[in-house]
């Protein structure tokens, strides 16, 4: 048994679960570390403009990110089902078409951003202050390297899927660490300051994304996964099923998107020093969130091989343990931003007004953690199993259904106060809804795996039926009463 099929199957599931999501964990700390040094390097300057102008970019960013979801996500999981079901042959399959539909479609939106962006900024709240700055950034990291950044998000995926939970975090702390290292020179000694933060990342996600190629020239034939395009071509039940998965993984990272565009566009009223507090508030925020995401990818792979090997307790085991991890994160960090939210803020700019502001969203976006990764538990789940439907209902609620309307109730009720509770107030009720789902999913699992064993305990008694007519036919070959004793066994063993 080779080291790959040894965690999915056979390894203590604390043991596998730690194996494929420490290092996917790690991976995201450094991505967001990443993340949130463009915020810092950014806020020294003094100027809350250029970091408003940062945050007001955000939600343009994470649509490349939801078409790495969706054909990471989506084939992802259908490429661990296809090995838990001993296809490796159509895993090869999917990971082809996977990689070149994502890449096309990463290639079409950033022309798109690019013939629109003056408008789109303008919709999204930027001002006559910040719009220079969304535009430096957004031109470097989606224009020009919005196909590295989604190509290489996209093959950290399959990595995972496949076990290689290692290489892939490699992936993800080497751009990480790079655009650490790159941020500082080219913001100040270069003088090129939201600019140069930009370039920075669009460097860093473009030799992430070689690294990624690299790995795969090196595993060769020790992965079925290719990139080759004479294996493009897939059957429409695979391309359903990619898509089934994909979509609402890729749905969540939209409405997100549409949900933070709507959320700064009502709180450009309340000033641009507000959009600047709010991005350093959710860019904080970011630590449960990238904990969870590092969880969840960690999880999805061991799940979904689990799930179609029909082995379900063993993927039920692994729910538990991911559950019980989330919820120690939660509590520290809800422990530390409510303790510490000044000086979180502080470590990206220092302007007064700006940490007020971000230390009151902080301790309010906080309370929200726990919700928030039960749901993404969830949702990871039904994504292994294959049920795109669940995951589609919980995507749009979080983000879509509840948020939105929550945020115009809020905000006409309670002004900003209210609209910062938006969102814990959604995972909240998102929370009820996921846990009702999945608690009647796993119910009616349990009831097909009793099925099942049960279809298993007739086919070994069908079968010991048979050899015992075979051997009924040599009368003088059975010992007296041997007949009567198989038709027994064979009896309690069904009865059991």
């Not at 080291?3 to 730690?18: Q, S």
């Not at 969540?252 to 709010?278: C, E, P, Q, V």
Request: proline share 4%.
């Amino acid at each position: 048994m080779d080291k790959k099929t040894e965690i999915f199957e056979k390894m203590p599931v604390r043991k596998a679960l730690a194996t494929l999501a420490i290092p996917t964990i790690l991976s995201q700390l450094i991505t967001m570390i990443y993340n949130l040094a463009d915020t810092f390097y950014i806020g020294q300057t003094g100027n809350p403009f250029m970091v408003a102008g940062v945050s007001l970019s955000f939600p343009v960013f994470f649509l490349i990110i939801a078409i790495a979801n969706l054909f990471g996500i989506g084939g992802g999981s259908l490429i661990s089902r296809k090995l838990g079901a001993k296809r490796p042959d159509e895993a090869k399959r999917i990971s082809s078409f996977s990689f070149w539909t994502g890449a096309v479609c990463a290639a079409l939106y950033s022309l798109f951003i690019f013939f629109n962006m003056d408008s789109l900024l303008k919709l999204l709240g930027a001002s006559a202050n910040t719009i220079r700055y969304s535009k430096d950034y957004v031109t470097w990291v989606i224009v020009v390297g919005g196909v590295p950044t989604s190509i290489g998000a996209l093959m950290g995926h399959f990595l995972r899927s496949e076990g290689f939970a290692k290489y892939s975090s490699v992936g993800i702390a080497f751009g990480g660490i790079l655009n650490i290292i790159l941020d500082p020179i080219f913001i100040f000694p270069l003088a090129m300051g939201v600019k140069g933060a930009a370039i920075a990342t669009m460097i860093s996600n473009t030799c992430a994304m070689l690294y990624y190629f690299i790995v795969l020239a090196k595993l060769g034939k020790r992965s079925v996964l290719s990139i080759s395009p004479k294996l493009y071509r897939l059957p429409a039940s695979d391309i359903k099923q990619v898509f089934f998965v994909g979509l609402p993984a890729a749905l969540a990272n939209l409405l997100a998107s549409l949900s933070s565009m709507l959320f700064n566009k009502l709180a450009s009223g309340y000033g641009d020093i507000t959009i600047a507090a709010i991005g350093i508030a959710r860019r904080t925020d970011m630590i449960p969130m990238s904990v969870g995401m590092g969880l969840t990818q960690g999880m999805l792979p061991l799940m979904a091989y689990n799930y179609a090997a029909k082995n379900y307790k063993r993927m039920e085991q692994v729910n538990k343990s991911g559950r019980y991890a989330a919820y120690v994160v939660s509590i520290a960090c809800i422990v530390l931003f409510e303790i510490f939210p000044e000086q979180m803020v502080k470590i990206f700019i220092r302007d007064p007004e700006t940490v007020r502001l971000g230390a009151m969203i902080l301790r309010i976006e906080c309370l929200g953690v726990p919700m928030m990764l039960t749901n993404f538990m969830t949702n990871t789940t039904f994504q292994a199993m294959g049920k795109g439907m669940h995951s589609f209902v919980l995507s749009v609620c979080r983000q879509g259904v509840i948020a939105i309307p929550l945020m115009f109730l809020m905000r006409s009720v309670f002004g900003l106060f209210g609209l910062i509770w938006t969102q814990p107030l959604s995972d909240f009720i998102t929370m009820l809804i996921s846990l009702t789902l999945y608690y009647s999913t796993i119910r009616k699992l349990h009831r097909e795996s009793d099925e099942y064993e049960l279809q298993l305990k007739r086919a070994n008694v069908e079968a010991a039926s048979a050899d015992a007519q075979t051997l009924s036919g040599d009368a003088d070959g059975i010992p007296e009463g041997s007949q009567e004793k198989i038709d027994t066994a064979a009896a309690e063993e069904l009865d059991a």
